[in-house]
C-alpha cells in the first residue's frame, strides 16, 4: 500500500465524517419538530487490500443514514391514536347533550313537566275558574315549548355531528392525497427500493400523515418492497402506491334529516369504518344521540297520547257544534289502525253524546271501533257510515248531527244548527285521541307537541268534566293523577321517572366517555414519551456527537497533511 492509498484512506475519512457533521446538524435542527425522526450515520470499512501476507484497511464509507425509530412502537401510538380520536368524538358530542339537557336549570324539562301537573291539580280545585285554565294553557305551551326545545337542540347537535363527519372526510382525503404523493417521491427517490439508501425525511412526513390518518379512521399500513406505503381500511384499500382511493358522503333521510354515509368515490361502495374520529362521530351520531332524540320523543308521545286520551272523553264548560279532526290518515278505506295515524287505535268503542240545547235532553249513541282482524275492520269511510247510521237510528231517522270525511281524510262531525251540541265519552279504542278529537294537545314527538289552538280560541272547551255538569272535576282530577301512573317500561315508570333515567343515562355516559377518554389520552402520551426517548433528538448527546466527528475530521485532515508532506519529501528526494 503506497501513499497515494494512504491519502485516499484519509479523503474517505474526512467525507464520512462530514456527513456525519451534517446529519447531527439535521438532528439539532429538527429537535423541536415533533414528526422527525432521529437519525444516525452507519458507518462500514471499505474492502482490504490484499498484499499477499496481510490485508491491510482502505479507508472507510457512510453505508446508510438511518433513521432509529421502532416500528412496533409506531403501530401501537397509531392504533392509540385512532381509539383516542373516537373517544374524543363521542365524548365531545356527550358533553353537547349534556348541555342541552341543563338538568340543573329552572327552565328544564323536568320542572315544565312538573309545573304542568301542578296547573292540571290546581284546575282539579277550581274547574270553572277562567283564570285557572289559562293558567293551564299557559303551562301546557311551556311544557311543548321545552319539548320542541330539547328535540330541535338535540336535532341541531345531530346535524352537527353529521357536518363533522362530512368535514372528516375532506380531511381523509387530502391526507390520502398526501400520502399517496409522498409514496410517488419516495419511490423515485429509494430507486424504487434497490437505491443505497433511504428518504428519511420524505418517511417522517408519511408517518406523521399516517399518524394524523390515525386519528380519523383505524388503518392497517403494510410497506412494499419498493418502499411504497399501502394503506387499508376494512379490508379495503386507501391507498395503493402511488394512488389514492378517495372517499365521499351520502345523504340518507333519517328521523326527518339528512344523514352522511361515507362510501368510496370510484364505485359508491360503502367503506367499513372502525375507530378514529370518524368512526366516534357516527356512533355519536347514529346510536347515542337517536338514542337521546327517541327517548325525549317517546316521553312527548306517552304525554300527548295519555293526556289527550282523558281529555277526549271529557267535556269543557262548552261542547261542539262543529269538530274536525286534527290528524288525517292515510285514505277512507285503509283500516284505522293501519292508516298512518300517530298513534294506533285499538279494538273498542266510544260514544257520541247528543244534547238538545233548548230541553237539555241528552241522546248517547254507541260507535263501535273493529280493529280485531277478523272480517271487515273500521276505515274511515265505514266510521263515517257507522256514526251517521247510528245518529240517524237515535232520532228516528234524521239526526240533527252527522258526519263526513273531507278531501283531506279528516273525520268532521257538525250539527245543523244551534239547538244541538255534542261531546264525547267512554272511549275505550283510543281512536279520539289517535284522531286528534276533543285532545288537549296536538301533534305526536317532541318536535310537534302543542296545545290545540282550538283550546286557545276557547278555554271552556278544556274537558275538565265528564258530565258537563258545573264544578264536575272527575276528567281533570284523572289528568292530573296521571303524575303518579306508571306508564313507561311496562308500568314501570311515571313520566317523571322515565325522564329522569334518560337524564341520569347521559350523565353516565357523558362521565364514562370523559375517563374512557382520559385514560386513552394518558396511553397516547406515555407511547409518545417512549417515542421521543427512542427516536427523538437529545441535544446533549448530538452535542457529544458533534465533538467527536469534529474530532474525527480534525484528525483525518491532520493525516491528509501528513500524508502530502511525505509525498512532497518523496518527490524532492527524487
Known sequence: MGLFSSFNVGRLALSAHQTALQVTGQNIANANNEAY?????????????????????????VAEIQRVINEALEGRIDAA?????????????????EAVF???????????????????EALTTNPDDASTRLELLAKGDSLSESFRYLATQLNATRQSANDSVKLAVNDVNRILGEIADLNEQILVAEGGGVGIGKANDLRDQRGALLRDLSAYIEVNAVEASDGTLN??????????GDNAFTLTTTDRADRGALISTVEFEFNGADLKIKGGKLDGLITARDEILTEFIDDVAALAGAVVNEIN??????QGLDRFSSLTSAEEVSGPLDVLNAAGLPFTPVNGSFNIDVYNENTGEKTTVNIAVDLDGIGADSTLQSLVDEINAELNAAFGGSSPVSAEATITNRLVIGSDGDNYTFAFSEDTSGLLAAMGINTFFTGHDALTIQVN????????????????????????????NLRNERVFDNGGATFSDFYQGVVGSM??????????????ELLVTSLLNERERISGVNIDEETINLISHQRAYQAAARFISIIDGLLETLINAT
Not at 81 to 97: D, F, M, V
Not at 231 to 240: K, N, P, R, S, Y
Not at 460 to 470: E, F, K, V
Open 507 to 520: 350523565a353516565v355516559q357523558s362521565a364514562s366517555a370523559r375517563d374512557r377518554a382520559e385514560n386513552q
Open 231 to 240: 394503506i387499508l381500511a376494512g379490508g379495503e384499500f386507501l391507498v395503493f
Open 37 to 61: 425522526t432521529r437519525q444516525r450515520v452507519i458507518m462500514r470499512t471499505t474492502p482490504p487490500m490484499d498484499l499477499g501476507y496481510a490485508h491491510i484497511g482502505t479507508g472507510v464509507r
Open 309 to 314: 286520551k282523558l281529555h277526549s272523553e271529557g
Open 81 to 97: 391514536t385512532s381509539s383516542l380520536g373516537g373517544l374524543q368524538a363521542q365524548q365531545e358530542i356527550l358533553a353537547r347533550i
Open 453 to 480: 289552538q282550538a283550546l286557545h280560541d276557547n278555554p271552556d272547551l278544556i274537558a275538565a268534566s265528564l258530565t258537563g255538569a258545573p264544578g264536575d272535576n272527575a276528567n281533570v282530577l284523572r289528568m292530573a
Open 102 to 120: 341543563n338538568e340543573l336549570s329552572d327552565t328544564d324539562l323536568s320542572s315544565a313537566l312538573g309545573e304542568f301537573f301542578d296547573a292540571l
